[in-house]
């Protein structure tokens, strides 16, 4: 009794994993989105991040908000704290970066930009120099910045800031 116990037992168990792989093979989200490198969208998201930069360098609160895809479905995570949405993200880039005097170092360290179609993830360490007046503020974070392409290009709809260990 215990063997043919034993031996259901087991069949069951490889029906359970022959059914996953047989569901690999037709997953929801299409292989291409995940293998495919999308160089033509790739660099677009390069360039809209070169520009949120350049809006941070000039000042250029408006324009840096422009690259907000604000909504309900707007989230961010920083400073360890619950995350908000797009009424509290656009009152701290407009108090934190408007307030910024002087930009001097604004590097993005290890880089990365995944695309998945109309989705693309930025990652990168951030070695942040910005004066607010005499004072410098050295900001060493791990950034995510999760777009979305739009009818008026990629806009930011996630983003996502901790501190990065160095030590």
Known sequence: MKT?????????????????EENDDNPLVPIDLI??????????VMETFGAIAQSIKDGDMDKLISFHAYSPK???FKNGEPRNGSAANETHER???GSVTEVVKFDAKDLQIAVYGDVANLTFHS???LKFGDDLVIVND?????????????KMVHEHHSPLNLG
Do not use: R
Request: net charge negative.
């Open 142 to 154: 791990q950034i995510t910045l999760l777009f979305v392409n739009t009818d008026d290009g990629w």
């Open 127 to 129: 070695d942040f120099h």
């Open 95 to 97: 108090t934190v970066f």
């Open 4 to 20: 043919n116990l034993t031996v259901v037992c087991i069949m069951a168990i490889g029906l359970v994993f022959t059914s996953c």
């Open 35 to 44: 293998v495919e490198e999308f160089p033509d969208e790739k660099q677009e």
């Open 74 to 76: 707007f989230s961010e």
